[in-house]
């Protein structure tokens, strides 16, 4: 658990970054700092392995007040990721990822093997391990980086915009795998973003700071959506945040029955037909004709994107996505069940909205 | 040429001087340039104070910086040390840019992340600070223990050994005796700059790794 007691960071020109900051990060949870440039995120997360050192009031990391330890053996216990990694050039991955279990005097064998462990965790296989940072992706970096903060095994981690650097469909990758690490591990992470798409994902609570160093809101993301503080909050959640909030639902969306024909199969219907593999995965929409047809791959339509059945959001957006607007509702591993339409999903929400399951 | 067949001993007498006088000024100079580079580095007043004084340094011709040293310092008219303080300045002037510069470029972030996970300032210099700035060090070694080979042979218009003093003895009397010292003074400098250039690549296996 980590604890802001009255935090305040005043620099010497006189800038208040951070001001009387209260805030409690609960163990084994992911706190997202977000907010524009110059709202004190940074500072607050720095603050914390006293990168920077605050002016006034108490930061306590496990109950222990982080002023009164000496900062190199403070940090030693705490996992940093960093943006664009900040991975040491000179040396291999491997030995990137075993640089803090060297510092804190393990040998170098069981630093290694350890290191070879967590490059697994993160999903780089052994090849990587001789490989200079050089070598590798942006994501992979970060990938490296995030072994790295790992490889002591922390009990806090502290991530200071570390996917920002990196292209959306890569961002949306390594969001995805951090939640599914902290589902193993169970770490207490701080995480700063100026996204807030990105701060709504991954939070299990959002800290929304402003200009000046305040706190505007801490609130588990639902709540941020649809029951902003103040217009600063508002404002800052998005123009779209009604559609955003359906992330956070899960409602029944009754699931249609579907024309499927594989590829190369003849087909006789008069409306929308999902073309799909033979394991039954999507391949495209066939627009509706009279008559039978063949069908091959060049009649196609691209479909939209896939509803898994995980939120609202995605049920509506597969179905506003769909050139048939029918939302193709695939199972885990990928094959057709059905589809879902536009008007099912705003029923579902009017349903759940009824049953009093949407803060309003 | 032949001279060097035929006075063998002589011959290996005479390397043997000439690397010590080239060769310990370019590892004093070393030793004294990474913490002056990595002060430079560090402040904007010490920058401006040392890089032009070690420019004003180097433009002091050697002949005369050698024959004031016992002057200066009290030793010996034939001390080796007349010799060795000159050549270690100017590898100093040659090497303090560059060491700055490098330390100064190595990135923040690495900086950061080095400080972040509990590296004290020190070790974070000694091992990773400076190892980004070897491949600088290294083409500044270089040149330095070049122009320090070539340089040494001045030390034999005061009497100091090395292939200068071929030079001067062949200039009175044999011909062949200066083509000895000319041509082993390229060879030596040749070799000693191949052997730094493997050692670079030895020592930093990821800058081509990058490319």
Wanted: proline fraction near 5%.
């Amino acid at each position: 658990m980590i604890e802001f007691r009255a935090v305040t960071k005043r620099f010497e020109d006189g800038t208040i970054a951070v001001d009387e900051l209260d805030l409690v990060v609960e163990a084994g949870t992911i706190t997202v700092f977000v907010g524009p440039s110059g709202c004190g995120k940074t500072t607050s997360l720095r603050m914390v392995n006293r990168m920077i050192d605050s002016t006034s009031g108490t930061i306590l990391v496990d109950g222990k007040d982080v002023m009164s330890v000496d900062p190199p053996t403070l940090r030693l216990g705490i996992g940093y990721v960093i943006q664009q990694a900040g991975l040491f050039p000179h040396r291999t991955v491997l030995d990137n990822v075993a640089t803090v279990p060297l510092l804190s005097g393990w040998d170098r064998k069981r630093a290694r093997t350890r290191a070879a462990e967590l490059l697994e965790t993160v999903g780089l296989d052994s090849g990587f391990a001789k490989r200079y940072p050089a070598q590798l992706s942006g994501g992979q970096q970060q990938r490296v980086g995030v072994a790295r903060a790992l490889a002591a095994d922390p009990p806090v981690l502290l991530m200071d915009e570390p996917f920002s650097a990196v292209d959306p469909i890569v961002r949306e990758g390594l969001q995805d795998e951090l939640l599914r690490l902290q589902g193993e591990l169970g770490k207490t992470i701080v995480f700063v973003t100026h996204d807030i798409d990105e701060a709504l994902k991954l939070g299990d609570r959002v800290a929304v700071f402003r200009e000046g160093g305040h706190l505007a809101q801490y609130a588990k993301p639902a709540e941020l959506l649809s029951a902003p503080a103040n217009d600063f909050v508002a404002s800052f959640a998005g123009r779209d945040r009604g559609y955003r909030t359906l992330t956070f639902l899960r409602a029944d969306v009754p699931v249609r029955e579907v024309t499927t024909a594989t590829l190369g199969s003849t087909v006789t219907s008069n409306g929308w037909v999902l073309a799909v593999d033979e394991n039954r995965r999507p391949v495209g929409w066939l627009s509706p004709v009279d008559g039978a047809t063949e069908v091959t791959a060049d009649k196609l339509i691209s479909g939209g994107s896939l509803y898994d059945g995980s939120s609202l959001r995605a049920a509506l957006d597969a179905a506003l996505s769909s050139p048939s607007a029918l939302g193709v509702t695939v199972d885990p591993d990928g094959a057709v069940v059905g589809v879902v339409q536009a008007d099912d999903v705003l029923k579902a929400l009017a349903t759940a909205r009824a049953a009093g399951e949407v803060p309003s | 040429m032949t001279w060097i067949f035929e006075n063998w001993d002589k011959f290996l007498e005479l390397t043997a001087v000439h690397l010590r006088l080239a060769v310990v000024p370019v590892l004093i100079g070393l030793v004294i340039s990474i913490p002056l580079g990595w002060v430079a580095s560090r402040s904007r007043v010490a920058s401006a104070v040392l890089l032009p004084l070690s420019n004003i340094l180097y433009t002091i011709p050697s002949l005369a910086m050698i024959v004031i040293m016992p002057a200066l310092i009290g030793s010996k008219i034939l001390d080796e040390i007349n010799v060795v303080i000159p050549l270690a300045i100017y590898t100093v002037a040659l090497l303090i840019r560059g060491i700055s510069d490098a330390l100064r470029a190595v990135p923040g972030h690495v900086v950061a992340a080095a400080t972040a996970m509990g590296f004290r300032p020190l070790r974070r210099f000694i091992t990773v600070e400076f190892p980004l700035a070897v491949p600088v060090t290294i083409a500044g070694l270089r040149v330095a223990m070049v122009s320090n080979i070539s340089m040494v042979s001045i030390g034999a218009l005061v009497g100091l050994g090395g292939y200068g003093q071929l030079f001067i003895e062949g200039y009175q009397s044999n011909q062949d005796k200066v083509w000895a010292g000319l041509i082993a003074t390229i060879v030596l400098a040749l070799i000693a700059d191949t052997l730094l250039q493997v050692a670079g690549r030895v020592l930093t296996p990821w800058v081509r790794a990058g490319r």
